[in-house]
C-alpha cells in the first residue's frame, strides 16, 4: 500500500475503516516500510554476471528532500536484456552528474560482473559521457532523441518547427547511418544560414545521435532514446506526488526503490525473438565487446587527464 500510494496516516485510517477497529498505528506502518531498506541492501549487491545485458539506459530524477531544503538527484540504470526484458540495475543517489560521481556508478555495475553493453543511451550530460567513453569505448554511445528534440525546437521559429522536425525524423529513422548521414549534410545546408545554431545543436555529439541505426531494427525503437527510464520516472512520481517532501536521503531510496523495482518485475517479459537475438550477438561480436577488457579508470586518472587537457588548451 506505501509503495502503491499511500501515505502511513492514509494506510492507518483505511485499514481501520475496512476492518472496522485499530490495526496498525502510523509509528508500526513506519517500521514495516523499513524492512525496503533490507531489501535494497541486498538488491544493490547482488550478482550481476547472470543478466545478459544488451543495451543500457541511464537517467537522473531530482526530488525534494525536508532535511536539505533543496533537491537530490537519484541516478537510475536500466538495462534492457537480450531475450527484451527490462531490469533495473542500479540506483545511486547523486547532487550532481559529474564525471567522478557517474564513473564511480559503472565501475559498480562493473565490479558486480555485469558485462559490457552493446549500447548505452543518455542525454547530452558531459560528466556523464566521459564516464562511459572512459569506461566502455566499444560501446555505441548513444544521444537520446527525445532530449535532442527538446534541445533543438527553441532554436528554431515557431512556424518553421513542423518543417524542421520533418526533417530530422526522416534523418532519425532512415534505413542506415550513411543515408541517416546525408539527409544531415543536406538540412545542415538548407538551414546554416537561416538557422546557425539549430545546425551547430543538431551537429553537436553527431555519432552519438545516429548509433542506433547500427543496432536491430525493432530494438532502435527503444534505444534511440531514454524513454525506459523516462517510463519509469512517470511511476515513480505519482507516489512521490503523495509525499511531495520526502525527509532525507533514506527515506527518498527506499521509496524510489520500492517502486522502480517492481515496475522491474512487471516489465520483465521476453519479447525478442531467437532471430533477433542472433543479430545482437552478431552486432556484439563485430565491435568485439566480448574481447574488451573492461577498464575501470581510477579517479587520479581521470585528474591527470583533465589536467593534461586543461594545459593543452
Known sequence: MYV???????????????????????????????????????????????????????????????????????????????????????????????????????????????????????DGAMGLTKAIDAMWPKSLRIRCWFHKMQNLQPKVPPHLWPEVKALLVDMRDAPTPEKAEKRREAIVEQYQRELPEACRCLLDDAQASLNHLLVPQRPQQYVRTSNLVERAFVEERRRTKVIPHLWGETSLVNLVFGVLSRVSDRWGKKCFSELEQQQLRNLRAKLQLDEQEVRTPSISESLSRRSAAASAA
Open 4 to 122: 502503491g500510494g499511500m501515505s502511513q496516516r492514509d494506510i492507518e485510517g483505511s485499514l481501520e475503516s475496512a476492518l472496522g477497529q485499530f490495526v496498525l498505528s502510523k509509528s508500526t506502518v513506519s517500521e514495516m516500510t523499513d524492512t525496503l531498506r533490507e531489501e535494497y541492501e541486498a538488491w544493490r549487491t547482488r550478482d550481476l554476471s547472470t543478466e545478459a545485458v544488451a543495451y543500457l539506459f541511464i537517467d537522473t530524477v531530482y526530488e525534494p528532500l525536508r532535511r536539505w531544503g533543496q533537491k537530490t538527484g537519484v541516478l537510475c540504470v536500466w538495462a534492457m536484456c537480450e531475450d527484451g526484458r527490462k531490469v533495473l540495475l542500479s540506483l545511486s543517489t547523486t547532487n550532481r552528474e559529474s564525471y567522478e560521481s557517474c564513473l564511480e556508478v559503472l565501475r559498480g555495475l562493473a565490479k558486480r560482473g555485469m558485462q559490457t553493453p552493446v549500447t548505452i543511451t543518455t
